[in-house]
């Protein structure tokens, strides 16, 4: 289904007010749910949407444990500043009502990431986290000389998360815990 050009720009609108509304990022299948369940939009057409918000740096992407999430950036943030008129009160007052009323829906999950960067020739930064309905319950840093190394550690804290938290939280409460 075809739209005009405006409907599209309204639709894409739509999608930059969840994500401000919501203050956080959100992956395409979050943003989809949100949106399909108050308007009449195909999924398909709003990852449409969704790749020519990215494509015209309206929205850039953050990498969460493989999982791509969406978050607005400061063009996005403008040009919704500029045009949010175009979106109708009614579809804004929706979707305020949805979000406040299914945020917890909407977060439920359990997110893992790992990552690393390159901080020196042999110094690499680990990035762990374990979030849960977008709350960081673990956060743990810290260097690896090698590249190989980094990749196995995010590796293994992917593989073994729950464990690894469950350890580490109950060494950290136990007082008389050995490690």
Known sequence: MLFNSEQQAE????????????????TREQIALIVIENLQISYFDIQLYIDDLIKDEFLSILDFDGKSALTIT??????LKV???????????MINLYLQ?????????VKVTANYQEKG?????VQLKLH??????????????????ALDICD????NTQE?????LEVLTQPNKKI
């Open 11 to 26: 639709n894409k609108l739509i999608i930059l007010y969840v994500l401000k509304k919501i203050k956080t990022s959100l």
């Open 74 to 79: 400061p063009m996005g943030k403008e040009i």
């Open 83 to 93: 045009f949010k008129n175009k979106i109708p009160g009614y579809i804004m007052d």
């Open 101 to 109: 009323e299914n945020r917890e829906k909407i977060f439920k999950e």
């Open 121 to 125: 020739a042999s110094d690499y930064l």
């Open 132 to 149: 849960e309905n977008n709350v960081i319950l673990m956060e743990i840093s810290l260097n690896a000389p090698t590249v190989k190394l």
């Open 156 to 159: 293994r804290w992917k593989e």
């Open 164 to 168: 690894l938290y469950a350890s580490v």
